[in-house]
């Protein structure tokens, strides 16, 4: 159970920019403004929520995690594989190392005010239909991604991260892998929240578990991955969703062929039209990432195939 613990008031200043006229020409002022944040703590996790004066929520920080949810404008999201959207006005964002208990007051004036892609933003430039999206030297970094290339059995193939899909060697320490041309454009369940989270949004990447990377097989980042552990893995379905907040990555046993082991991974969007809990994910039956319900319902809640194996999320 959440319990809300002291509440402290911060007065930071923040910048705001104003047009003015100055005869014939416009001029570009700044004008300096106060604005007071009445910071929260909270536990189960231990984090601290963030509201203006008027007690308006806009922001909240999670003890030991990099992920961030910001108040933001609206925004839905659509995919041609259901009817279904997702309306939200959470913005997720990235701090640059795990946030420690003290609220860095101008990061979040500038991130309240940002409006260039989050964690939610860039894992649907990887969805089906997305259009291609280059960096600022001409490089492909997004765009509909496959799972991986089709093999003789009519199966996708495993295996594709991040840098298959950029085409680029990534080092590791002393360790460089190389990428995979025959899964160049695509990016297993794994592979799809490394590159979300690690090569776009900054958070260290590793190979293998252990230490403050990201490591590279599901069921290694839902037990060994940097940030807070949500819903813990009690080795049976979770109907935890209370726990959950936008961008939390979500853990499933799917396959019937390995066992117990955690086998797919995602990230959880929030609550859709119909009033139920979706989540993103690259698979194999729709060939990439989808909030979709080609092969499988996105849908944490329910009696689909991913609601039965639902079992454990993390704050990264």
Same mark, same amino acid.
């Given at each position: ?239 935890? =969703? ?25 990230? =959880? ?36 195939? =991913? ?10």
């Amino acid at each position: 159970m959440r319990r809300l613990g002291r509440r402290q008031r911060i007065v930071a200043p923040i910048w705001t920019a104003l047009v003015v006229c100055q005869w014939s020409n416009l001029a570009l002022a700044l004008q300096t403004q106060s604005i007071t944040y009445v910071l929260t703590r909270q536990t189960d996790p231990a984090s601290t929520i963030v509201a203006d004066a008027d007690g308006a929520w806009r922001a909240t920080f999670t003890d030991g995690a990099s992920t961030v949810l910001v108040h933001g404008p609206s925004r839905t999201f659509v995919e041609s594989t259901t009817g279904a959207t997702v309306t939200t006005s959470n913005w997720v964002r990235a701090l640059p190392k795990p946030f420690a208990g003290a609220v860095d007051t101008d990061w979040l004036s500038t991130r309240l005010a940002d409006r260039s892609p989050d964690a939610l933003a860039i894992a649907m430039q990887y969805a089906t239909g997305a259009p291609t999206v280059y960096d600022g030297g001409g490089s492909k970094i997004g765009g509909d991604a496959d799972y991986g290339p089709l093999q003789a059995d009519g199966t996708r193939q495993e295996g594709a991260d991040f840098n298959d899909y950029l085409g680029v060697p990534w080092t590791y320490g002393s360790t460089t892998d190389p990428p995979e041309v025959d899964q160049a454009g695509a990016l297993d369940c794994s592979g799809f929240l490394r590159m979300v989270w690690g090569y776009r949004l900054g958070l260290p990447l590793g190979l293998q578990p252990g230490g403050a990377a990201i490591p590279r097989r599901a069921h290694q980042i839902a037990s060994s991955a940097p940030g807070v552990v949500v819903v813990k893995d009690n080795g049976v379905v979770s109907t935890a =969703y209370s726990k959950l907040a936008t961008g939390d990555l979500v853990f499933f046993d799917a396959a019937t062929d390995d066992g117990t082991q955690i086998d797919h991974a995602g990230m =959880y969007m929030g609550l859709d039209s119909g009033g139920r809990h979706r989540f993103i994910s690259s698979r194999k039956t729709v060939n990439g990432p989808t909030i979709g319900d080609v092969g499988g319902r996105s849908l944490l809640d329910g009696t689909g195939l =991913y609601a039965k194996s639902f079992r454990s999320a993390r704050r990264l």
